[in-house]
């Protein structure tokens, strides 16, 4: 075989492991990224609260408790010594569902932090009792981060909020 023959077959040899070694290096990369947004750039940021006043209701649909009715909340919190403001609408999605005397909603809520450039947004359902404003005392409920603004930007994962037995809030945003 002389040097012609070799220099040849050489570019043939790197066509076809380009696919393959395409495909080790984005395997690679994947990995490599879902690992830093587990543990090496996840944090948490926790907001408190006391207890909520009684929301803005709305008797949207059927008169009296009915698919649609909104509660609004607006109110103050902090985190860290930062103020921070919540704004939260809730909208019932089904009545007696998915047992007696528990309604199904869904919430939108946006937190803005030392004013409005940082926010965390949060999105989701929960089962809350009959028609009370909000779910149990010493209850826990998961949502998702659907995004935010400022520091902020781009944010995902979710926030566990619970209802304290004093009757005072906690919202654990588990933010990756």
């Known amino acids: 075989m002389n040097s012609a023959t070799t220099s040849a077959r050489t570019p043939r040899r790197i066509r ?3 696919p393959v070694l ?3 290096l984005g395997v690679v990369a994947l990995t490599g990224v879902a690992g830093c947004s587990n ?8 907001v408190t609260h006391g ?13 009296g408790p009915s698919a649609g009715d909104q509660r ?3 109110f103050d919190a902090e985190s860290e010594g930062t ?9 019932t999605i089904a009545i007696d569902s998915p047992e007696p005397e528990v309604e199904t909603r869904m919430n ?13 947004l949060l999105q989701g359902t929960g089962w809350y009792p009959g ?4 779910f149990k005392v010493s209850a826990t409920l998961n949502r998702a981060i659907v995004g935010g603004t400022g520091k902020y930007r781009g944010a995902s994962g979710w926030v566990e909020s619970t209802h304290n037995a004093d009757d005072t809030w906690t919202h654990v945003f588990y933010i990756n």
Do not use: C, Q, Y
């Open 16 to 18: 076809r492991a380009l």
């Open 22 to 24: 395409a495909a080790f």
């Open 39 to 46: 543990d090496n750039t996840s944090r948490t940021v926790t």
């Open 51 to 63: 207890p909520v006043a009684a929301p803005t209701f709305v008797d949207l649909g059927a008169k």
């Open 72 to 74: 609004i909340f607006s």
């Open 83 to 91: 103020l921070v403001h919540l704004d939260w609408i809730m909208t």
């Open 108 to 120: 939108s809520a946006v937190f803005s932090f030392g004013g409005s450039d940082d926010t965390l």
């Open 131 to 134: 028609e009370a404003a909000t």
